[in-house]
């Protein structure tokens, strides 16, 4: 991935350096990065490797995936605390997930923490089932477990695609 896009930078300097303007404007290297990310496209089979902005746009998916799912978990538990009375059921439920590595395992355990309403209280030392603290465990843990496996798939295409 990193060779592509040093690849790319490369073509974009070789294009402003064939375009001959004083003084080199960036435009000019905008539309040399384009054609860059065009001929390695045309060209990434080569490689061996996948086209490298796949793995871009995976993490921007992530991304929009991380904060759309932030957004309904907040909603929910603002909700939650503002009814009059609280009628929630706090609960602990195991999940045991498909990721293998660490860094993947990090990365949900964080997301999953950092959503509203549930807590990664604890992962097993192979890695493999996450404990999970839900705030209303009758009616957020349908949306927790959505949310899981909405994450693990996103990270699974930046990691393994």
């Known amino acids: ?41 045309v060209l990434h089979r080569f490689y061996g490797t996948q086209f490298y902005l796949r793995r871009v746009f995976a993490i921007i998916q ?20 503002m009814t009059p009375k609280i009628n929630i059921t706090p609960g602990i439920f195991t999940y045991k997930t498909e990721l293998e590595t660490d ?13 509203p309403g549930s807590v990664v209280m604890e992962v097993t030392p192979e890695g493999d089932m996450f404990y999970i603290h839900a705030m209303d465990i009758e009616s957020s843990k349908d949306a927790v477990l959505r949310s899981i496996g909405k994450f693990e798939q996103a990270i699974m295409e930046v990691t393994r695609s």
Not at 7 to 26: G, H, K, S, T, Y
Not at 62 to 81: A, G, H
């Open 103 to 115: 860094w993947e395992v990090t990365t949900l355990a964080l997301l999953l923490t950092l959503t």
């Open 62 to 81: 992530l991304i929009f995936i991380f904060n759309w799912e932030l957004l309904m978990s907040s909603y929910v538990v603002l909700k939650q605390i």
């Open 1 to 41: 991935m990193a060779g592509q896009f040093l690849l790319n930078l490369f073509i974009a300097l070789l294009w402003v350096l064939l375009q001959d303007e004083m003084p080199p404007r960036f435009a000019t290297f905008f539309t040399g990065f384009i054609v860059g990310i065009g001929i390695l496209y």
